[in-house]
């Protein structure tokens, strides 16, 4: 049994993570400090997950297991937040691996000053092209003043946006903030559920460290990639998350500044939304494919995809622009599969270069 209270509670969400869960839980065991727990919550896998969650839980006394039935990742997510006893939160997805210095020297930081929200960088592994890139800010943001983070938001450019609020396990989040302003992941918006907790947590917290290291290994498989899957609730979901965006900027009062920049990017993001109907996991008939395009390009959210592609320099985001403008869904949907034969092409390329 643990006397003191853990430092940093580990909550781990599982679903059918057998092939890559062992790593996982082996990198955040090599961490050097001896004062934290790890909560597994094995969403009602069907593979052999739950049994290495227990092997796990019976080895470690720090390790907990939790078995519930099948409710996505925000209710794990929760289910774990509401059995933590950490003074920080770090959710890991279970198919990632932790760099071994990365509690060490989070420690450190907080011994200095306990910070509301620390944000690394992280590493991104392509599996399906084996690359590997590194995010993280240029700069150290060292945050003690509520008013202040407004500085670090100033500095978020799009590519800045990935790691900085878009996901939540490359950040140390205060148990007792969250816990105070009753913060919780929204468990009916998928993508778009870490973005919308770390806006929260932006909103609420009164000190905040960036760091300009990387720590944290995101793996993106064949299999697993949110990319390759269809949301056809993205009519609803996407202007409840740029509504969150313009929220969190107008809060600290710097909503003039950034509001076209957040628009541009709002714009790619819809865009990105309307090309899911070719993801491999959409079983919309082609029928019901052109119903779902014809009501994203008769959306009033859609004037932002207008702004973005108006905004691009290149022939091809012109052409598209004055092909869309014509509001015509037939056009739009031969503009998709052409999309689609041109990302074919060069993915093709691609593994012809590797």
């Not at 839980?25 to 050097?32: A, M």
């Not at 009062?253 to 541009?264: A, E, M, P, T």
């Not at 031969?334 to 012809?352: G, Q, S, T």
């Amino acid at each position: 049994m643990m006397k003191e209270r853990p430092i940093v509670s580990v909550v781990i969400p599982v679903f059918n993570a057998s092939n890559y869960l062992s790593k996982c839980l082996e990198s955040v065991l090599i961490q050097n400090i001896t004062n934290y727990e790890i909560i597994l919550i094995d969403d009602g896998s069907t593979d052999n997950s739950g049994h290495i969650c227990d092997y796990y839980s019976n080895r470690y006394e720090n390790v907990r297991t939790f078995h519930i039935s099948n409710h996505g990742v925000s209710y794990a997510r929760n289910f774990g937040l509401s059995n933590a006893k950490g003074k920080y939160l770090h959710f890991v997805d279970s198919d990632d691996i932790l760099d071994s210095c990365m509690y060490e020297e989070l420690v450190n930081i907080i011994t200095y000053c306990e910070y509301d929200i620390i944000i690394t960088g992280a590493r991104y592994h392509n599996e399906i092209f084996k690359t590997v890139e590194e995010f993280h800010s240029k700069e150290i943001y060292d945050i003690k003043k509520h008013d202040y983070i407004k500085f670090f938001l100033l500095d978020i450019d799009e590519q800045d946006k990935g790691w900085a609020m878009n996901v939540i396990w490359n950040k140390w989040i205060k148990n007792e903030m969250v816990k105070k302003h009753d913060l919780s992941f929204c468990d009916n918006i998928c993508p778009g559920e870490d973005f919308i907790f770390v806006i929260d947590s932006l909103k609420n917290a009164q000190s905040l460290f960036v760091s300009n290291k990387v720590y944290y290994n995101y793996f993106v498989r064949n299999n697993l990639s949110l990319l390759r899957k269809f949301y056809g609730n993205i009519l609803e979901m996407r202007p409840l998350i740029y509504k969150k965006y313009i929220d969190l900027y107008d809060f600290f009062g710097i909503l003039d500044i950034c509001k076209n920049r957040i628009d541009l990017i709002e714009g790619k993001n819809f865009l990105k939304s309307l090309f899911s109907i070719l993801n491999t996991n959409c079983k919309l008939t082609l029928k019901k494919k052109y119903v779902f395009v014809k009501r994203i390009i008769k959306s009033s959210h859609f004037k932002y995809v207008y702004l973005y592609l108006k905004d691009k320099n290149d022939i091809s985001s012109k052409i598209f622009y004055i092909l869309l403008k014509t509001n015509n869904t037939i056009i739009a949907f031969i503009l998709i599969y052409a999309y689609n034969v041109r990302i074919k092409v060069m993915n093709k390329r691609n593994k012809k270069c590797l």
